[in-house]
T-cell receptor
Framework: AQSVTQLGSHVSVSEGALVLLRCNYS??????LFWYVQYPNQGLQLLLK??????LVKGINGFEAEFKKSETSFHLTKPSAHMSDAAEYFC????????????FGKGTKLTVNP | DGGITQSPKYLFRKEGQNVTLSCEQN?????MYWYRQDPGQGLRLIYY???????QKGDIAEGYSVSREKKESFPLTVTSAQKNPTAFYLC??????????????FGEGSWLTVV
């Protein structure tokens, strides 16, 4: 069965600083990996996803993530944080041939300080 | 505009009542899902449906029921058997299921509070 661990339920950065949100997954077969963002009282919006091919994936709002099979990781980064990046971020995993379930991590709340 | 519409946004339920959350999508997606979100718990799958007139239980189906009579609609009923229903409920849909790597799109969510 797949699982996702997001390290750090809260991350705080200064505006203009690097954003790094960590995600490790467990899957017995090659995974499909996703990052979603959620603003307060709203649904989730896809930031980026990895299915096959290039392991460095670029998404919306300047975010990117790198799939590292050897480390079973899919960390989310952004070179320079903006105040509008303050939100909760969720990593999720599914796999080919698996159930139709997308398994989510517990989320990381990002605070951006001026 | 194409998307997923959930209603109502806020709903209050008295003890012992059943309530139904509506979810409609005009994306022509085959698969639809209901997730429950509690603070610090991430999202947990309640039910999902891959085709009309068929649905499967997720991880926390007890106390909930669904129907899928039309492709665009997937209502969720929270029954009185659900002991702790206060949560944020998210409806989602995708072209095919998660096992195909397809993106799952989410509605804006519905808050249910027991009073």
């Amino acid at each position: 069965a797949q699982s996702v661990t997001q390290l750090g339920s809260h991350v705080s950065v200064s505006e203009g600083a690097l954003v790094l949100l960590r995600c490790n997954y467990s899957s017995s077969v090659p995974p499909y990996l996703f990052w979603y963002v959620q603003y307060p009282n709203q649904g989730l919006q896809l930031l980026l996803k990895y299915t096959t091919g290039a392991t460095l994936v670029k998404g919306i709002n300047g975010f990117e993530a790198e799939f590292k099979k050897s480390e079973t990781s899919f960390h989310l980064t952004k070179p320079s944080a903006h105040m509008s990046d303050a939100a909760e971020y969720f990593c999720a995993v599914s796999r080919q041939g698996g159930s139709e379930k997308l398994v989510f991590g517990k989320g990381t709340k990002l605070t951006v300080n001026p | 505009d194409g998307g997923i519409t959930q209603s109502p946004k806020y709903l209050f339920r008295k003890e012992g009542q059943n309530v139904t959350l509506s979810c409609e999508q005009n994306l022509n997606h085959d698969a639809m899902y209901w997730y429950r979100q509690d603070p610090g718990q991430g999202l947990r799958l309640i039910y999902y449906s891959q085709i009309v007139n068929d649905f499967q239980k997720g991880d926390i189906a007890e106390g909930y029921s669904v129907s899928r009579e039309k492709k665009e609609s997937f209502p969720l009923t929270v029954t009185s058997a659900q002991k702790n229903p206060t949560a944020f409920y998210l409806c989602a849909s995708s072209n095919q299921g998660a096992s195909s790597g397809n993106t799952i799109y989410f509605g804006e969510g519905s808050w249910l509070t027991v009073v």
